[in-house]
């Protein structure tokens, strides 16, 4: 039953296998958590840098009056 499996295996893998192979998931995963921190601090200091009490009261007033 072994040999019907790997009659068909090839042990050299392809560039594709290759580079699954050579793919270390601790690297990855600690660039993918360096993105989403990024990320969050531009999103902290945008919401800090930008608050409703700098909106112009023209803009307000606009925005509260009905619409016609």
């Known amino acids: 039953m072994l040999d ?3 009659k ?3 042990s050299r893998p392809t ?3 290759r580079s699954w192979l050579d793919f270390d998931p601790v690297a990855g995963a600690t660039r993918a958590l360096v ?5 969050l601090m531009i999103g902290v200091v ?3 840098s ?3 009490e700098e909106i112009p ?3 307000v007033s606009a925005l ?3 619409a016609p």
């Open 4 to 6: 019907d499996l790997r």
């Open 15 to 17: 560039d594709e296998e």
């Open 57 to 59: 009261r023209a803009v």
């Open 50 to 52: 930008v608050t409703p």
């Open 35 to 39: 993105v989403v921190g990024l990320a």
């Open 46 to 48: 945008v919401s800090y």
């Open 64 to 66: 509260a009056a009905p």
């Open 8 to 10: 068909s295996h090839d």
